[in-house]
Each structure stands twice: as C-alpha cells, then as structure tokens.
C-alpha cells in the first residue's frame, strides 16, 4: 500500500486538456511520486479513462481525485477525496461524499481512498468560486483549519489549494505549524525550480498542474528541487 505521507511531489494531469505522447512519458519517467488525474471542467468518465490508460504504461502510482460522481471509474491505486473545509456549504463539505457512498458504498474498498482536507486560498480560481469558499482567512485562521483538520478529523492530508497562482509562504508555514502527522499538501502556480524548493521547505508534498501544459521543461525541473 502506497503511504502518500512519504510523497514530495506530484504531478496533477487534467482530463480535459491534451498532453502528447512524449510528454506524458517525460513526466511518468521524471521521478515523481505519483500522478493524480484531475480538475475541475469537463470531467467525464471517457476522458478520465483515457488518461488513466495511458498513465497506466508507466509504474509510477496513478490516483484519481474525484471532483464528481459521474466520473469515478475503477482502476487507479488510490482515490483522493477532496473535502473544502473553509466552502460555505456543508454540499462540498460531506454531502457529495454522503451522496456518493449511497451509490458506491458497497463497491468501495475503503484502503484505496485518501481524505483531503482542502483549504482554498485563491480566491479567483474556479474550485473557490463552485464551492463558495471562505478566503478571506488570517494566518491563525489557517493554522486552526490544520490542526482541525488534523486532531478533530483525523484526516491524512491537508490540501493548501492556490490553484493558478503562487501563494503566499507564510500560509503554507502557518499551515505546517498547526500539524503533526497529516500531510500538507501544497498546490498552486508553481513554475519553477525556485518556487518548487520555496513551497517544498514548509509543504510535505508539493503538486505541480498547470506547468506541465505550457512548459514541460520547467515542469520537470521542479521534482529534483524537492527529491534530492
Ligand atoms: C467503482 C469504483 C471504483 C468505486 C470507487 C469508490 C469511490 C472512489 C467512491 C468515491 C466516494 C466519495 C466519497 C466521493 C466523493 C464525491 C464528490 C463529488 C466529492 C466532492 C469533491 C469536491 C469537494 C469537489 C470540489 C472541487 C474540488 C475541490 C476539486 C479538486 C480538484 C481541483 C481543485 C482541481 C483544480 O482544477 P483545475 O481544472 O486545475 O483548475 P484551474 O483552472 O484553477 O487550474
Ligand atoms: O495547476 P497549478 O496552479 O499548478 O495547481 C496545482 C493544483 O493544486 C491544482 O489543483
Ligand atoms: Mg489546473
């Protein structure tokens, strides 16, 4: 069983954008940790499935995380389930989730799926906006989330989601001093080494997106910055 707590760095493939051949190669083979397959537009079971067996050419570890039920599909090691703790609605919250055990409970094996506590913090990006999530939070807002996150819900990873834009570090540190054991995972803008090796000093994992789509170099330098 993968122990997603010893991983420095992902790369996040979306579905609903087109990646050739050859670079969907160059980031299997770069070292990772894992790939997630995932986004926020356009998800369907046709595209996840395609991406999914193409990844599946590589050993590296290939994990979904479901933004919606209709595009769960079997197959991948783990599924990583999101939960926005700072959306205003419990929907995004726990009540998709109650939602999707109705209709996959009996299937599920409960050792393939992985809690994320997400925290949004960009408010710009389209995951903030859907779930109408809280950003307008203090440093000791974050740091509480954490630890909530942590010691009330037992979850195994804390998700700081920038998505689009680098964040601010003082965030990504304020999260880390409220955690013990969960993971803290940090996702944004990141498009270089330098912003790699910066997320990655207060960050346990760093996941790197929308690089990959528009510089495939810079993409792949950020894994030797965390993975030396
Ligand atoms: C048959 C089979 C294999 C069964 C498996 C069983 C299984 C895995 C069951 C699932 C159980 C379960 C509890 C599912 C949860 C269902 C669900 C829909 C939960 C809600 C998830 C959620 C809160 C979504 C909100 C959006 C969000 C936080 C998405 C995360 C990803 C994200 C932020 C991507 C960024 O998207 P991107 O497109 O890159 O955005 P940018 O434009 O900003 O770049
Ligand atoms: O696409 P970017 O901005 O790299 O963000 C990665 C990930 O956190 C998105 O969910
Ligand atoms: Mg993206």
């Known amino acids: ?3 997603v707590r010893e991983w420095k760095h992902v790369f996040k493939l ?3 954008k087109e990646i050739s051949d050859e670079h969907l190669e160059l980031i299997c083979e770069s070292g990772t940790d894992a790939v997630i397959v995932g986004g926020s537009d356009n998800i369907t079971q046709d595209n996840v499935l395609q991406l999914m067996s193409r990844i599946r050419r590589y050993l590296v570890p290939c994990v979904l995380e479901v933004s919606t039920i209709e595009s769960i599909i079997p197959g ?3 599924y ?3 939960s ?3 959306s205003s609605s419990p929907q995004w919250i726990l009540g998709l989730h109650k939602d999707a055990v109705k209709e996959f409970g009996e299937l599920m094996d409960w050792n393939e799926i992985v809690v994320e506590g997400y925290c949004i913090l960009n408010e710009d990006c389209k995951a903030a906006a859907l779930t109408a999530a809280d950003t307008n939070l203090s440093y000791e807002d974050i740091k509480a989330y954490a630890t909530v996150a942590e010691k009330i819900f037992q979850l195994p990873v ?5 998505s689009g834009a680098f964040g601010d570090l003082e965030a990504v ?3 880390k001093s409220g955690l013990e054991n969960t993971a803290l995972f940090y996702g ?4 270089t080494k330098e912003q790699a090796e910066a997320a990655g000093e207060h960050a346990d994992t760093i996941v790197v997106g929308n690089i990959i789509y528009t510089n495939i170099k810079a993409a792949l330098s950020t894994v030797g910055a965390v993975k030396k």
């Open 188 to 191: 944004g803008g990141i498009s």
């Open 158 to 162: 804390f998700y700081l989601e920038y």
């Open 1 to 3: 069983m993968y122990d």
């Open 76 to 78: 991948f090691d783990l």
């Open 173 to 175: 540190k304020a999260a």
């Open 84 to 86: 926005v703790i700072n």
């Open 80 to 82: 990583f389930i999101p």
């Open 14 to 16: 979306d579905p609903d």
